[in-house]
């Protein structure tokens, strides 16, 4: 992005101008997956070994939050950015983080045998 960012150098500046809603965009995702990735690490004690549904935060919603953040962050980095290359990065992070979060609810499904049904793989009440 760095490299597309330099080349785009000297040319016109987009009509709109969305970097202070990517700054804005990109420090919400970064909070929010610190937060959760937070919660993943005080998930087990030091000597437990099992696996354990998250809980708190969007865990409740969600089965990977800290996908749904780590997609603002490259939503940010495209507003900031403005260049199709960004765009291309943050749609390419979106669906890979979807195709596995979806494979990580369909793990959880298959471990756990009382799992939360309204629990959603990446995107609250929809996926």
């Not at 809980?55 to 950015?81: A, K, M, N, Q, T």
Request: glycine share 8%; with cysteine.
């Amino acid at each position: 992005m760095i490299y597309f960012q330099h080349r785009v150098e000297g040319f016109p500046e987009p009509l709109v101008d969305f970097k202070y809603v990517g700054v804005l965009v990109f420090l919400v995702g970064v909070v929010g997956n610190f937060y959760h990735h937070y919660l993943l690490s005080k998930l087990r004690d030091g000597n437990d070994k099992g696996y354990k549904i998250p809980r708190g935060g969007l865990f409740d919603l969600v089965i990977c939050p800290h996908y749904l953040f780590e997609i603002l962050i490259f939503i940010g980095f495209s507003f900031i950015s403005q260049t199709l290359f960004s765009y291309l990065c943050a749609v390419g992070s979106t669906m890979y983080l979807l195709a596995r979060s979806c494979a990580i609810i369909n793990w959880y499904l298959s471990k756990f045998k009382v799992f939360p049904r309204n629990v959603k793989a990446l995107i609250p009440y929809v996926v």
